[in-house]
């Protein structure tokens, strides 16, 4: 882990940093992400372009809140008081939804901005850093430092989900991480410290939960992506994702999730989620080991219904849509999981 040598002077803000465990593996964790304009057929982008979405403010419990979009795909953000300042977690995609952010901190405290946590290092995470002040430190776990130093790479990556919308992203400048962490960071925002994780690969190698233990609420960024979700393995790996999750379960006692995305859920999904996962290995592994390829293993290892809304809604309805979404993802996991099966590792 690493932290920079060049911190300002904050007073009671204390950073302490532990180890909270070795590498899982030391076989590649990840692949790179996959070109979403080039996923199965029925595989839909996520819908991120901000254009209508605002953000409303929820009190979870004394100085915590979320930022919740009101548009269904855009990203979720959120912030927590201490008695020398505020902790705000992702930046959001462009700096006028940054400012939409402190808009709604500075109607509820008028104390400064200590840190912003970037949960992945996806531009809808971390692209609105440039429009937080100066004295904010930017917090976020070494393998997505590593990856956001690649700005016009992700600008690319995320046009896919903005309809191509270059304006969305046009005053994306970098601004890297000043604190990197590996597994564990405590931050003292006086009176009050949030606990950052990376509990292993997930959505993306370095995909960070912030937590706040006396309210028990935590910020998943992509690793959990909203209430009646599945996982989404932009970057593959199923059997890895599902161990990460344990690590989750096993170490923190949540109560409320506020997902990068989505509807606000309970520690519940994560039960969800590694069921998920876990089916998903057994039954893509039994069609690799029967000696499927890879358009039978896509046809024949279909969603359960019980991951879906029900079937029987009116077309074009939002829930329709999010059927249809969810079809789309478990796709892209079928064929991510049988890529891991099939793939050499130094391939990947």
Same mark, same amino acid.
């Given at each position: 882990?690493?932290?920079?040598?060049?911190?300002?002077?904050?007073?009671?803000?204390?950073?302490?940093?532990?180890?909270?465990?070795?590498?899982?593996?030391?076989?590649?964790?990840?692949?790179?992400?996959?070109?979403?304009?080039?996923?199965?057929?029925?595989?839909?982008?996520?819908?991120?372009?901000?254009?209508?979405?605002?953000?409303?403010?929820?009190?979870?419990?004394?100085?915590?809140?979320?930022?919740?979009?009101?548009?269904?795909?855009?990203?979720?953000?959120?912030?927590?008081?201490?008695?020398?300042?505020?902790?705000?977690?992702?930046?959001?995609?462009?700096?006028?939804?940054?400012?939409?952010?402190?808009?709604?901190?500075?109607?509820?405290?008028?104390?400064?901005?200590?840190?912003?946590?970037?949960?992945?290092?996806?531009?809808?995470?971390?692209?609105?850093?440039?429009?937080?002040?100066?004295?904010?430190?930017?917090?976020?776990?070494?393998?997505?430092?590593?990856?956001?130093?690649?700005?016009?790479?992700?600008?690319?990556?995320?046009?896919?989900?903005?309809?191509?919308?270059?304006?969305?992203?046009?005053? #994306? *400048?970098? %601004?890297?991480?000043? =604190?990197? /962490?590996? $597994?564990?960071?405590? @931050?003292?925002?006086?009176?009050?410290?949030?606990?950052?994780?990376?509990?292993?690969?997930?959505?993306?190698?370095?995909?960070?939960?912030?937590?706040?233990?006396?309210?028990?609420?935590?910020?998943?960024?992509?690793?959990?992506?909203?209430?009646?979700?599945?996982?989404?393995?932009?970057?593959?790996?199923?059997?890895?994702?599902?161990?990460?999750?344990?690590?989750?379960?096993?170490?923190?006692?949540?109560?409320?999730?506020?997902?990068?995305?989505?509807?606000?859920?309970?520690?519940?999904?994560?039960?969800?989620?590694?069921?998920?996962?876990?089916?998903?290995?057994?039954?893509?592994?039994?069609?690799?080991?029967?000696?499927?390829?890879?358009?039978?293993?896509?046809?024949?290892?279909?969603?359960?219904?019980?991951?879906?809304?029900?079937?029987?809604?009116?077309?074009?309805?939002?829930? #329709? *849509?999010? %059927?249809?979404?969810? =079809?789309? /993802?478990? $796709?892209?996991?079928? @064929?991510?999981?049988?890529?891991?099966?099939?793939?050499?590792?130094?391939?990947?």
């Amino acid at each position: 882990m690493a932290i920079s040598s060049s911190l300002p002077a904050l007073a009671g803000a204390v950073v302490v940093v532990a180890s909270l465990a070795a590498p899982i593996s030391s076989a590649p964790e990840a692949r790179p992400a996959i070109d979403l304009t080039d996923g199965p057929e029925g595989f839909i982008p996520p819908r991120l372009h901000p254009e209508g979405a605002e953000l409303e403010t929820r009190e979870l419990a004394s100085g915590v809140y979320a930022l919740v979009s009101t548009k269904p795909g855009a990203d979720n953000s959120g912030f927590v008081i201490g008695e020398n300042g505020v902790l705000v977690i992702d930046s959001h995609i462009n700096g006028a939804m940054a400012a939409k952010i402190q808009t709604a901190i500075t109607t509820i405290t008028d104390k400064p901005i200590l840190y912003l946590v970037n949960t992945n290092y996806h531009g809808d995470h971390t692209f609105g850093n440039h429009a937080f002040p100066a004295a904010t430190l930017i917090v976020a776990h070494h393998e997505t430092a590593r990856k956001m130093a690649d700005l016009e790479h992700e600008k690319q990556f995320i046009l896919a989900t903005i309809n191509n919308d270059t304006s969305v992203v046009a005053d #994306a *400048r970098l %601004r890297l991480p000043d =604190i990197q /962490f590996d $597994r564990h960071l405590s @931050l003292d925002l006086g009176g009050r410290t949030v606990e950052i994780y990376n509990f292993g690969p997930g959505n993306t190698v370095g995909d960070t939960v912030v937590y706040e233990p006396e309210s028990r609420v935590a910020w998943t960024g992509n690793l959990v992506v909203g209430e009646g979700t599945i996982p989404l393995l932009l970057e593959g790996r199923a059997a890895r994702y599902a161990h990460t999750l344990a690590r989750f379960a096993e170490t923190l006692s949540v109560a409320t999730i506020i997902p990068g995305h989505g509807r606000p859920t309970t520690g519940a999904i994560l039960g969800r989620y590694m069921g998920y996962l876990g089916d998903l290995v057994h039954r893509v592994g039994a069609a690799v080991g029967a000696g499927h390829d890879l358009d039978r293993t896509l046809a024949e290892t279909t969603l359960a219904e019980h991951y879906l809304p029900p079937a029987d809604v009116p077309a074009g309805s939002p829930p #329709a *849509r999010f %059927r249809k979404f969810l =079809i789309g /993802f478990h $796709r892209l996991n079928v @064929l991510q999981t049988y890529r891991d099966f099939t793939v050499p590792e130094d391939r990947h």
